[in-house]
């Protein structure tokens, strides 16, 4: 589904060349639930950018379902976010003065394929999922931490989207509110047989993962399927 | 660019404005109010102004044409015959003859020196409404000799000492008083004040009114010429029509609509006018311009996160565009409709309480017309100025957008 080949993103820093990532080569799996996992500064998040249309590699290549999406134009990459991809930031990233239904179907409304009652529909249904449908009328300021977590992760999946992004979903969480969180992504995973790739830097979120990735000093330095989990269908599973 | 994503450009704006500093909306509003305000104050207060003084010298100096002597003459000659011709016209509703001369009034031991006017007063009420301007006894009568009319700030007021007075006034006569004139000619009469009148315009205000019969006492002979002839349009004539009949007719005169007049001798007052409107307008554009520049580029810099946040999430950077446009639309539209409210407001009340000089009494003056156009100016200016900044954030790269 993903095939990524000898990706390289160097950062300037003055005088100083930061290469973020070097030569990262890897296949994911559609349906696969990829952790991605390193120290501070291993590239971790640069790569998941990167697989996110967010920024631009120094080169290399990213096909995604066989499409080269890095020289898709700036309004291609849009659409293609909008269409195909969801994202679950840090920091929940709502938009503030948006209520919680209005977050959650904001991106739906910009979509050409969906009705109002289909936008209404789907987003009472991901609300019902992750437990928030009686606050769909709260503002985020009113809500809890992990529960802002959960209704950006409701309006990340609101669309359907093939591969869902999440970039430490839990580092502002604690550990009920993170579990809380995991277990949605693997329900989501699960149940809609979508493309999970999630940063993390916590040791124990491994035993949700079916495929972890570790990243040093922007080279992968092991890529290996968890026991513990079921493991997908596809390529990466060979 | 499709309806729905005009439609959450649109849901975003309005949510920011709703949700967001409401201290920051209302003060944006008030300013643009005030802006605008100050565009469309001084205009009206000038249009006014040039309303006043307009019907003022229409009404108690030249009417709607003033025929006056050719050049290198000093009077209107053949005055009856003239006069026969100008009443006949079509669209003429009266032309009546004014000759003035220079008088010493005394009264007691004051004296003061004016400009007596006389007049055809049955004539006269078709041309001006000085009749209506009498505020103790009497308009005169065709066939009134030894009397006269005399303005209010002539007359004076007994309270009031010599030294205080604005106005050299001959210290409070009364109708009935007996005050005598000494004419620039030599000739003195005593003449019983028939009636005093106020018209709020200073000319008329340092003019004594007599009959064309006293004057021609005065003078010793029949008048059969006038320094000039005012002539009054009918309703729906227009003075420019009057004057091109009155040159067909040829009526051996020169002849001058009113606003002829007032462009040769108000150009310099209506230019200097202008110029101010001008200022005044460039400085709300440019006030109301910067402010919301400054308000949308402070809303884009504290939410660059965000609008990074909306790119990645797939909105397209013209939706976050709009949003910024539309919350400048939303604030021009609120501003300037607070600013028409606010100005008719001021307009109603100094229809109440006017800015009064001697020559003059202004309210503000403005047609539907002005506020409509100075609306769409600020407006398009508004909008101009807040598109500039969403336009410049709404297409910064995502990475640094995140990254703020």
Excluded at chain 2, 27 to 44: E, Q, S
Excluded at chain 2, 269 to 291: D, R
Aim: charge should be negative.
């Amino acid at each position: 589904m993903i095939h990524i080949h000898e990706l390289t993103k160097i950062y300037h820093m003055g005088d100083v060349e930061v290469r973020a990532l070097d030569g990262v080569s890897m296949d994911i799996a559609k349906g696969e639930f990829l952790g991605i996992m390193g120290a501070s500064g291993s590239g971790k998040t640069t790569l998941l950018h990167m697989l996110g249309l967010l920024d631009d590699p120094t080169s290399g290549e990213i096909t995604i379902e066989g499409n080269d999406i890095i020289h898709l134009t700036d309004y291609e990459k849009t659409m293609f976010r909008l269409y195909k991809l969801g994202y679950v930031f840090q920091d929940y990233a709502l938009v503030p003065d948006l209520t919680v239904m209005e977050n959650v179907s904001l991106t739906a409304m910009l979509r050409k394929d969906r009705t109002e009652q289909e936008i209404i529909e789907s987003s009472h249904e991901v609300l019902k999922k992750v437990g928030l449908f009686e606050r769909r009328d709260h503002l985020p300021r009113e809500l809890s931490g992990g529960q802002q977590q959960r209704v950006s992760i409701a309006r990340a999946v609101v669309n359907k989207p093939d591969i869902l992004f999440a970039d430490e979903p839990c580092a502002n969480l604690d550990s009920e509110n993170s579990r809380m969180v995991l277990e949605l992504f693997k329900e989501i995973n699960e149940e809609f047989q979508q493309t999970v790739v999630m940063v993390s830097h916590e040791d124990w979120h491994t035993e949700y993962f079916h495929r972890i990735i570790r990243l040093r000093d922007g080279k992968i330095i092991s890529d290996g399927f968890n026991g513990n989990t079921k493991k997908p269908h596809g390529p990466g599973a060979a | 660019m499709g309806k729905k994503e005009l439609k959450v450009a649109f849901l975003l704006a309005l949510r920011s404005l709703q949700r967001g500093s409401r201290s920051s909306v209302i003060l944006t509003v008030l300013i643009v109010a005030m802006c605008f305000t100050n565009m469309v104050f001084l205009p009206g207060l000038f249009n006014s102004i040039g309303q006043v003084i307009t019907k003022q010298v229409v009404d108690y100096e030249v009417g709607d044409v003033l025929v006056s002597p050719k050049s290198g003459e000093q009077y209107v000659t053949d005055l009856d015959a003239t006069l026969d011709l100008i009443n006949s016209m079509p669209g003429v509703e009266r032309a009546t003859p004014h000759y003035s001369k220079a008088a010493t009034l005394k009264y007691h031991q004051r004296i003061v020196g004016v400009t007596a006017r006389a007049i055809t007063p049955n004539d006269e009420k078709l041309i001006s409404p000085l009749y209506s301007k009498m505020v103790a006894g009497s308009y005169l009568g065709d066939s009134d000799t030894g009397e006269v009319i005399i303005a209010k700030m002539i007359a004076g007021d007994p309270a009031i000492k010599e030294e205080y007075e604005f106005q050299a006034s001959l210290g409070g006569v009364r109708v009935g008083d007996s005050i005598t004139i000494e004419w620039a000619n030599g000739y003195t009469k005593d003449y019983r004040v028939k009636g005093i009148y106020s018209t709020g315009w200073w000319s008329a205000d340092t003019t004594v009114y007599v009959t064309k019969t006293d004057m021609e006492q005065v003078e010793g002979k029949t008048l059969d010429y006038a320094d000039y002839i005012t002539v009054r349009a009918k309703p729906g004539y227009s003075q420019k029509f009057i004057k091109d009949e009155l040159q067909q007719y040829g009526v051996a005169a020169k002849v001058q609509t009113t606003q002829d007049l007032l462009e040769k001798s108000m150009g310099r007052a209506l230019q200097s006018y202008a110029i101010i409107n001008m200022v005044s307008l460039i400085v709300g554009i440019i006030i109301t311009t910067v402010v919301l520049f400054i308000v949308i580029t402070i809303k884009t810099l504290n939410s660059r996160k965000q609008i990074g946040i909306l790119k990645a999430i797939g909105v397209d950077k013209e939706v976050i565009m709009h949003n910024y446009g539309f919350q400048v639309i939303i604030l021009a539209l609120l501003g300037i409709s607070c600013g028409v409210i606010m100005t008719c407001i001021l307009m109603v009340y100094m229809a109440y309480n006017p800015i009064v000089t001697p020559d003059w009494s202004a309210s503000l003056y403005l047609t539907p017309m002005d506020l409509l156009s100075n609306s769409l100016i600020l407006f398009t200016a508004a909008v101009i100025a807040g598109y500039v900044p969403a336009y410049q954030v709404s297409r910064e790269d995502i990475q640094s957008a995140m990254r703020s």
